[in-house]
């Protein structure tokens, strides 16, 4: 079984920045892909980012790509998400999720491609 727990959201300006940490436990962080994904009122959750669980492969949701940044620290079994130049259409509950037990270069990209959530961690961007 895996634990995550998100951290980090909170309201900040438009074009402000923000970043959000996934604390892992139950296993070990480096047996876990990673993903973040969000869910703005009224709207179906979507993927925003997803990790490998060596750290080599990313991959990123268009809409994000360029302003958030992904990345992990298997020491600490924590991954993070960066987020910079908010927009107010960023608002949304993140979540934090992870898929154990894979390959090296497998990142999850869809709901369907993790098997563990956080509970999310609100962010608001205002304009």
């Known amino acids: 079984q895996v634990h995550l727990v998100e951290s980090g959201g909170k309201l900040v300006q438009a074009g402000g920045s923000l970043r959000l940490s996934c604390a892992a436990s139950?296993?070990?962080?480096?047996?876990?892909?990673m993903g973040w994904f969000r869910q703005a009122p009224g709207k179906e959750r979507e993927f925003v980012g997803g990790?490998?669980?060596?750290?080599?492969?990313?991959y990123y949701a268009d809409s994000v790509k360029g302003r958030f940044t992904i990345s992990r620290d298997n020491a600490k079994n924590t991954g993070y998400l960066q987020m910079d130049i908010l927009k107010p259409e960023d608002t949304a509950v993140y979540y934090c999720?992870?898929?154990?037990?894979?390959?090296?270069?497998?990142?999850?990209?869809?709901?369907?491609?993790?098997?563990?959530w956080g509970k999310g961690t609100l962010v608001t961007v205002s304009s």
């Open positions: 990790v490998s669980w060596d750290g080599s492969s990313i």
């Open positions: 139950g296993s070990a962080i480096n047996n876990l892909a």
């Open positions: 999720a992870a898929k154990a037990r894979v390959t090296y270069f497998y990142v999850p990209r869809s709901i369907d491609g993790v098997d563990f």
